[in-house]
């Protein structure tokens, strides 16, 4: 199946792994971004086995982080990613994408 990111995923991952550059250490920053790589194909692979949260959004945990990818099933070939958020921000942040 077809990964395809919304632009602002880009956006969400950038202030994710600057965070984790400016907080933490450079390493867990490049290990988030492994971390969403793998999850990103195991969406891919089977998205119909992640919960459906709202009218076709479903959702994917971290498995290391608290961070959670939203994404839909658009066709029966494809599914966008269309953000990458921290569990504690404000539940609507991305729907509106």
């Given at each position: 199946?077809?990964?395809?990111l919304?632009?602002?995923?880009?956006?969400?991952?950038?202030?994710?792994?600057?965070?984790?550059?400016?907080?933490?250490?450079?390493?867990?920053?490049?290990?988030?971004?492994?971390?969403?790589?793998?999850?990103?194909?195991?969406?891919?692979?089977?998205?119909?086995?992640?919960?459906?949260?709202?009218?076709?959004?479903?959702?994917?945990?971290?498995?290391?982080?608290?961070?959670?990818?939203?994404?839909?099933?658009?066709?029966?070939?494809?599914?966008?990613?269309?953000?990458?958020?921290?569990?504690?921000?404000?539940?609507?942040?991305?729907?509106?994408r």
């Amino acid at each position: 199946m077809i990964v395809r990111l919304h632009p602002q995923v880009d956006n969400d991952l950038l202030d994710a792994m600057e965070y984790y550059e400016r907080e933490a250490v450079a390493d867990l920053a490049l290990e988030f971004y492994q971390e969403f790589r793998r999850c990103a194909e195991v969406v891919g692979q089977r998205p119909t086995s992640f919960p459906e949260i709202d009218d076709g959004i479903r959702r994917m945990n971290f498995h290391r982080f608290s961070f959670h990818i939203l994404f839909e099933i658009i066709d029966p070939e494809t599914v966008e990613i269309f953000a990458v958020k921290h569990d504690g921000r404000d539940p609507d942040f991305g729907l509106d994408r």
